[in-house]
């Protein structure tokens, strides 16, 4: 299944499936970029994070990718299980100091079993 | 270990009740942070604190109080809060203002009656 973010804020899956979220970021001169999985009550947990200067970075289960041309970002859950219910939120840093993270609108993916 | 924890985790309060949220965090991080959540958006950025000392204020109105009593703990004062303000207030931490992976707490769930 995929999303684009922010016109798709819902991603029904399959479990087992693989799952893509994306997301598009607003500054191109942004150098850091972490996604977040908020469940419901809890606050949000770092997942995997990627900086400007690749373009894949690979993690249990998880790859993210970076597409700096289009200012684009995905996130990649294989074998989606329904633990991995939750709203995904993709932020960036967007440089000049004080670590400030803008945060994506936020994608909830929904496991069905 | 990665743990922010923060109390309480509900907090009810009238108008023109003065109350107090928590935040602390044994990691040794240098920099820590007050968010703001409204339900089904992102975290925005209210305060960032650097080596105890507020280094970004988000033009927060000044019923919010932030104060970081030592390197581990930061509280959030709050006084005449509007029912506007009822949300899920979020505490992270990083290892300093340059180091970009923002660990976040639980947060606390503020209503403002």
């Known amino acids: 299944g995929e999303s684009v973010g922010l016109h798709l804020p819902t991603l029904s899956v399959q479990e087992g499936d693989n799952s893509i979220i994306n997301c598009a970021y607003s500054n191109s001169a942004s150098d850091y970029f972490i996604w977040y999985k908020q469940e419901s009550g809890k606050g949000p947990q770092f997942i995997i994070d990627i900086r400007s200067n690749m373009d894949k970075r690979q993690g249990q289960r998880v790859t993210v990718l970076l597409n700096k041309t289009v200012k684009h970002l995905s996130l990649q859950i294989a074998a989606t299980q329904p633990g991995d219910s939750a709203v995904y939120f993709c932020?960036?840093?967007?440089?000049?100091?004080?670590?400030?993270?803008?945060f994506g609108t936020g994608t909830q993916l929904k496991v069905e079993l | 270990d990665t743990e922010v924890t923060q109390t309480p985790k509900h907090l009810v309060m009238g108008m023109t009740n003065k109350k107090s949220l928590k935040c602390e965090q044994h990691m040794g991080h240098r920099a820590m942070y007050w968010y703001k959540q409204k339900a089904k958006k992102p975290p925005e950025l209210m305060f960032v604190?650097?080596?105890?000392?507020?280094?970004i204020n988000e033009s927060v109105p000044s019923r919010f109080s932030p104060e970081c009593p030592n390197s581990s703990l930061l509280n959030l004062h709050l006084h005449a809060l509007q029912p506007e303000d009822s949300a899920l207030y979020l505490c992270?931490?990083?290892?300093?203002?340059?180091?970009?992976?923002?660990?976040f707490g639980p947060g606390t769930r503020l209503t403002v009656l």
């Open positions: 932020a960036e840093n967007m440089g000049g100091g004080g670590n400030k993270l803008t």
């Open positions: 992270a931490s990083s290892q300093d203002r340059n180091t970009d992976t923002q660990y």
């Open positions: 604190y650097s080596y105890e000392k507020l280094s």
